[in-house]
């Protein structure tokens, strides 16, 4: 028994004193960017569904396709991103809404 606290969620104790896990420490991280990732991507197939059926109907405007373009180069550059990499991730900028 030790009358000394671990400093955080990730502490273990090593016989001698707490330290970091640091690998349940990234397991947490990578866990955190993949519910991240999904978010992000959930979002973005969201705000492209009315284009994709207008264009499949051939009666998507110029605009709205500028912006269907848009939004899955977004959604490739998401599904791009290394979540083993966490927490070092730096996140797509989703495409500027001009509406």
């Not at 705000?47 to 709205?64: A, M, P, V, Y």
């Amino acid at each position: 028994f030790t009358g000394i606290s671990p400093s955080g969620p990730y502490q273990k104790w090593n016989g001698k004193k707490w330290v970091t896990d640091t690998a349940v420490e990234h397991a947490a991280d990578v866990e955190s960017a993949e519910q991240q990732k999904a978010a992000l991507l959930l979002e973005a197939k969201a705000t492209i569904s009315l284009w994709q059926t207008e264009l499949q109907l051939g009666i998507i405007s110029d605009e709205d396709k500028a912006s269907l373009i848009a939004w899955m180069n977004y959604i490739k550059a998401v599904q791009a991103v290394d979540t083993s990499k966490a927490p070092d991730i730096t996140w797509p900028k989703p495409p500027a809404d001009d509406a």
